[in-house]
């Protein structure tokens, strides 16, 4: 399949799980605040001491209920990501639930770029769809993939968790050279991991 090819099927692909998300949204309006009863869940498998969500945007599940409970459970340090130009890694920096958020691109809300960076090692990652391997379907832009890879080329230890809804899934969802597999997926419905 060529590059172009490709590029379009994953455009077609995108505009359906948008429209899926929109829906299981709609249909579950407080499917983000039964994120945090999966704290414990998190904690049990990956150990965390520093945990990275997003804010999220459009129909995304939020995951600050779930950040929230993090914090309320153990000393957990919280993060957010700091996007920056076109083609490069997401940045993470500490944040604390309340704390002023400055505005990013694509109209994301994130810590200023002042503010600590910290390394996590768990991510909390956005997406439009998901498969049964955990591949990942996101904007486009390539952001999480290249931060995966450069947590992976410096050596840090850092496992992906994408947040959807259980509709998100598809078959089949097309991939290219640089898509990088999570370590599962947390839904409304609860915790899936990769084996």
């Not at 804010?55 to 914090?71: Q, R």
């Not at 768990?122 to 391997?133: G, M, Q």
């Not at 904007?139 to 959807?164: N, P, Q």
């Amino acid at each position: 399949m060529t590059s172009f090819n490709l590029d379009a099927l994953k455009a077609r692909t995108r505009k359906k799980a948008a429209q899926l998300r929109q829906t299981a949204q709609a249909a579950d309006p407080l499917a983000s605040a039964r994120l945090g009863d999966y704290a414990n869940h998190l904690i049990r498998h990956f150990h965390p001491r520093i945990v990275a969500g997003y804010w999220a945007i459009k129909t995304e599940l939020d995951v600050i209920p779930l950040l929230t409970a993090l914090g309320q459970i153990s000393d957990i340090r919280l993060c957010l990501p700091v996007t920056g130009p076109p083609e490069t890694a997401l940045s993470f920096h500490h944040w604390h639930p309340g704390e002023a958020l400055d505005i990013g691109p694509y109209q994301t809300r994130q810590p200023f770029a002042s503010t600590p960076a910290v390394i996590p090692d768990l991510v909390l990652v956005p997406l439009l769809a998901f498969d049964e391997n955990f591949n990942r379907l996101g904007y486009g832009g390539g952001f999480y993939d290249r931060t995966l890879a450069s947590f992976a080329r410096a050596g840090d230890k850092v496992a992906a968790i994408g947040v959807g809804f259980d509709v998100q899934e598809i078959e089949n969802l097309p991939l290219g050279p640089f898509d990088r597999p999570l370590d599962g997926v947390l839904t409304p419905s609860g915790l899936k991991l990769a084996r």
